[in-house]
């Protein structure tokens, strides 16, 4: 176990504005994780010390009519959860999957990348390699000068 001052890995101050927090969480967890922590209060500190100030004022305002001090880790993580991850629609998800081209700048490993992120909404299933490939596949034939068949 990480002594207090020997603490293995750093976290960046999470904004609520401007990062996601699925992303934060998973670090913060590996964070504790790797060293070692699993008092609720430690965790608690650390949690409430990586986040700016304008977050930690949403947290309190998301928290009330409790202090996020008397909260355990666990609310506080799922009191930011709910508010910062957005709730969208798998028809909504689909939409902007369906829609999605690749970038004339962007490269194949990229753009693969991309559909796997827009895919993680739609709730595609066993269908995901399917829908996959037909993305890859629509985005190639569209990209090909079609006058080359006539």
């Known amino acids: 176990m990480a002594t207090e001052n020997n603490l293995i890995g750093s976290?960046?101050?999470?904004n609520h504005q401007s990062s996601h927090f699925s992303v934060f969480k998973v670090k913060i967890e590996q964070f504790f994780l790797t060293n070692g922590i699993k008092e609720d209060q430690r965790k608690r500190a650390i949690l409430l010390?990586?986040?700016?100030?304008?977050?930690?004022?949403l947290l309190r305002n998301l928290c009330v009519p409790d202090a996020p001090e008397k909260m355990?880790?666990?609310k506080l993580m799922e009191s930011l959860s709910k508010h910062c991850t957005p709730v969208e629609s798998y028809f909504?998800?689909?939409?902007?999957?369906?829609?999605?081209?690749?970038g004339d700048e962007e490269n194949?490993?990229?753009?693969?990348?991309r559909v796997r992120s827009l895919a993680s909404g739609c709730k595609f299933g066993d269908e995901f390699k399917i829908v996959s490939r037909d993305i890859f596949v629509?985005?190639?034939?569209?990209?090909v000068d079609l006058e080359t068949y006539e």
Do not use: H
């Open 108 to 113: 194949v490993a990229d753009w693969a990348a």
């Open 72 to 74: 355990t880790s666990e």
């Open 138 to 143: 629509a985005d190639a034939t569209f990209a």
């Open 49 to 57: 010390n990586f986040m700016t100030d304008d977050t930690y004022i």
């Open 92 to 102: 909504t998800a689909r939409l902007k999957f369906y829609g999605a081209k690749r």
């Open 11 to 14: 976290i960046k101050e999470f």
